[in-house]
């Protein structure tokens, strides 16, 4: 068994905030894969389903984002489970909207959510790192992440969720290259080779063949008096 837990804030007020692209990510896998209904649990809410052959616990904590390690490491516990068998879904600042990447263990950089969750568990869970971008000025950070993504966004966020829930199985199965895989189909889909030939050059039309002379059948004295007309 493994806990999928997203990262985010309660409430209809945050729910479009960047901050809550975790609680999106889980949002989406549970509705693709067929877990069931959300439950009030471990001051959380929780579902349950099979990714591929796992048995997966979705997990979005509900003590707002700076306590959320209160929710992991009460879930944790109750099913006996490691820190190796928590993953988290979590925006992240460094990494340019729409990028994605997965780490083991390692430090929080700041989160306050992750810095909820070390204080909980430890370390040493892993992480799914949503990019979100950055607003160019650390005074500007808080703002930012609390508000919601805009209009433009819409598009590479959809991509980016769809990607996740799409390698979601392959993640519960331990392989993050091949969920990487996935969400890179979504993200930034291959060219089809028809589209990247480039078009043949035509061949120069031959020029028009110059027309033939007429020949000039009129006698000397019928040249001289059209000279003259």
Do not use: C
């Amino acid at each position: 068994m493994q806990i999928f837990v997203g990262l985010g804030n309660p409430g209809a007020k945050y729910a479009g905030n960047r901050h809550n692209i975790g609680f999106m990510a889980l949002d989406r896998i549970a509705a693709d894969h067929g877990f069931g209904p959300w439950k009030a649990k471990f001051q959380g809410e929780l579902t349950e389903g099979r990714l591929g052959g796992d048995r997966v616990i979705l997990l979005k904590p509900m003590t707002f984002m700076n306590l959320s390690g209160q929710s992991v490491g009460e879930a944790m516990r109750f099913y006996k489970l490691e820190p190796e068998d928590v993953t988290v879904f979590h925006d992240e600042l460094d990494l340019a909207p729409g990028k994605v990447r997965v780490k083991q263990a390692g430090g929080h950089a700041g989160h306050n959510g992750l810095r909820s969750i070390h204080q909980h568990i430890g370390h040493n869970y892993q992480r799914v790192r949503l990019g979100i971008g950055h607003p160019g000025h650390k005074d500007r950070v808080a703002g930012y992440v609390l508000s919601d993504f805009a209009k433009a966004e819409e598009d590479w966020l959809d991509d980016v969720l769809r990607g996740v829930s799409d390698g979601a199985a392959e993640l519960a199965d331990g392989d993050a290259g091949k969920f990487m895989n996935a969400v890179a189909l979504r993200t930034a889909p291959p060219r089809s080779s028809a589209g990247s030939e480039k078009p043949t050059p035509k061949a120069p039309e031959a020029p028009a063949p110059a027309p033939e002379p007429v020949a000039d059948n009129r006698s000397p004295l019928q040249k001289l008096a059209d000279k003259f007309r």
